[in-house]
């Protein structure tokens, strides 16, 4: 653990067997009340490393703030844990109830998550939702959070942090902004050697990619000096990665085009196999099958964003969704 600005802490969480390797765990301590953001996984050696951060810096569970940044189990799967230690939980309304909805596997979380699935074409790869990993390392019951809602501050010592819709990598992603110091805590919202996953959340949230690129552009306008994001190393210049991410995006889409302009009328499955991914595999059949989730739903979630740009037309045969180029 590591002092990175005055009286904010960084502990590296280990995410075992996860490409993500670990989390950036935050702390920011203060003279009333303390504030952590995000837990890693549900799993003994992480509740083991933060009990020795609380004994490390004197924090009382009483009177530490927990907050979520995003529903995922590597931000979220100690929640429970926590919150029976004595600790409030902040949370986005949107990913909150997200969250309370994924405690079982009949859960509506799941259940979605299996029904993208089918619509992405996946089922000849027979998927079993306990091979995904928010599903293994997930909170184990219902938490009682309290609404971090955008524009709202929560004070911290000498610190003001407001409350940021940063929606994209999930549909209720929040992070926390100091004005006067020029800290953004950001979640996965922006990475600075891995791209975040944008995925297919189900068409009730629309164009989520888009919504992605225009969270992009509100962080891009801001002043920051210090982006505390959730994985790997530290971002500098938050505007050059930014553009980097644009970049990606872009690049992205263009392969979508051309993976659709070669097949034809085709299924996300389909055109997710022609995509560049950064996984050591030959070929799709020796791709994880617990990245197969992320790498479709990623794929999707581009379709998605070409049809709203309508350069793309979709239709549902046999349960399963076909995309295909407007000519």
């Known amino acids: 653990m590591k002092e990175i600005y005055k009286n904010i802490y960084l502990k590296e969480l280990p995410l075992p067997n996860n490409p993500l390797k670990y989390l950036n765990f935050y702390i920011i ?14 799993r003994e050696e992480i509740k083991e490393e933060i009990r020795k951060v609380f004994a490390e810096l004197k924090l009382e569970p009483e009177k530490t703030i927990l907050f ?9 799967g100690l929640a429970t844990y926590l919150e029976k230690m004595g600790l409030k939980v902040y949370a986005s309304k949107m990913d909150g109830d997200l969250l309370n909805s994924s405690v ?20 000849e790869d027979q998927l079993d939702i306990e091979d ?8 184990t019951a219902h938490i009682n959070y309290i609404p971090a809602i955008p524009g709202e501050v929560i004070q911290i010592g000498e610190y003001n942090f407001e409350i940021i819709d940063l929606k994209g990598h999930t549909p209720g992603i929040v992070g926390l902004y100091e004005k006067e110091h020029k ?21 009730q949230y629309g164009d989520i990619l888009g ?11 801001m002043n920051i000096e210090h982006l505390f994001s959730s994985h790997r190393s ?8 930014i553009e980097e991410l644009y970049a990606h995006h872009e690049k992205r889409l263009n392969e979508a085009r051309q993976a659709l302009r070669k097949s034809g009328k085709s299924t996300v499955r389909t055109v997710t196999k022609q995509l560049q991914w950064d996984i050591k595999s030959k070929n799709w059949d020796e791709f994880p099958k617990s990245q ?11 379709l998605e964003h070409l049809r709203a740009l309508g350069e793309v037309t979709m239709e549902e045969e046999k349960g399963v969704l076909y995309y295909w180029l407007k000519e």
């Not at 530290?234 to 990665?241: A, E, F, I, P």
């Open 29 to 42: 301590k203060g003279q009333e009340e303390s504030l952590i953001i995000d837990t890693g996984f549900n």
């Open 68 to 76: 979520l940044t995003h529903l995922h189990s590597d931000h979220t």
């Open 104 to 123: 079982e596997k009949s859960d509506p979380m799941w259940q979605n998550t299996i029904q993208h699935g089918i619509w992405q074409g996946l089922e």
């Open 132 to 139: 995904h990993p928010g599903f293994k390392f997930r909170p």
């Open 183 to 203: 800290i953004l805590f950001c979640g996965d919202h922006i990475l600075g050697d891995i791209t975040p996953n944008i995925t297919f959340w189900g068409f």
């Open 211 to 221: 919504t992605y690129l225009k969270s992009l552009d509100l962080v891009y306008n």
């Open 234 to 241: 530290l971002v500098d210049d938050h505007r050059k990665r």
């Open 292 to 302: 197969k989730w992320f790498a479709a739903g990623e794929a999707h979630a581009h």
